[in-house]
């Protein structure tokens, strides 16, 4: 399978290293890999700089299912939608992973709804926040430092779907074929799945 709009990437010890994660788990070789391994080195800059902003929004698994569902939703990212939209359903419920791609709530507690709709502002119209915004992030109970990990944590996402989506990565056919009935009916955007 190529990569996207990319040739297949050139062999290197970055690239191995990325397939053998891969093949690890999920137990494949995903299309999105195949994209980044073209520069292993900026995967890998991405990776820390998502994992240290992550750490510093205090983020669970469960609040990361929220935000890049919601996020990849709104962005319309079928990807990232998919994988972390099964995530999410694992962690929560199928009909909450599902609302939460679709722009809504579920089941998400109040925390999580403030969480969730700061992600979708920030998604549609960073220069539109306003204080009252991060005002309601600490009225859930963020401090700073979190509403700033959050934040770059969404930005770091953000990047990651615009560079798959940009470069042709579709969806791994048994990553859809893997993702509950509600997420999959969920995500009637972006490119489909590949065979």
Same mark, same amino acid.
């Given at each position: ?72 939703? *709104? ?56 204080? *009252? ?6 009225? *859930? @109970? ?13 930005? *770091? ?10 470069? @042709? ?27």
């Amino acid at each position: 399978m190529a990569a996207g709009f990319l040739s297949d990437p050139p062999e290197s010890e970055g690239a191995a290293r990325l397939f053998a994660a891969d093949r690890e788990d999920p137990g494949y070789v995903m299309a999105l890999t195949r994209v980044w391994a073209h520069a292993p080195e900026v995967e890998a800059a991405w990776e820390a700089f998502a994992v240290a902003a992550s750490a510093a929004g205090g983020l669970t698994y469960r609040q990361k299912g929220i935000v890049v569902s919601a996020l990849a939703g *709104a962005l319309g990212d079928a990807y990232c939608s998919l994988a972390w939209g099964t995530r999410l359903a694992a962690a929560s419920s199928d009909g909450t992973a599902a609302a939460v791609l679709e722009g809504g709530d579920g089941d998400l507690d109040e925390r999580e709804r403030v969480l969730a709709a700061w992600v979708r502002r920030v998604v549609r119209d960073p220069n539109g926040t306003t204080a *009252a915004d991060v005002q309601a992030l600490r009225d *859930a @109970g963020l401090d700073d430092r979190a509403i700033l990990g959050i934040t770059a944590y969404v930005g *770091a996402r953000m990047a990651f779907s615009a560079v798959n989506d940009a470069l @042709g990565a579709r969806p791994d056919a048994a990553l859809a074929a893997a993702a509950p009935p509600a997420v999959r009916a969920a995500v009637r955007y972006g490119r489909p799945p590949g065979e």
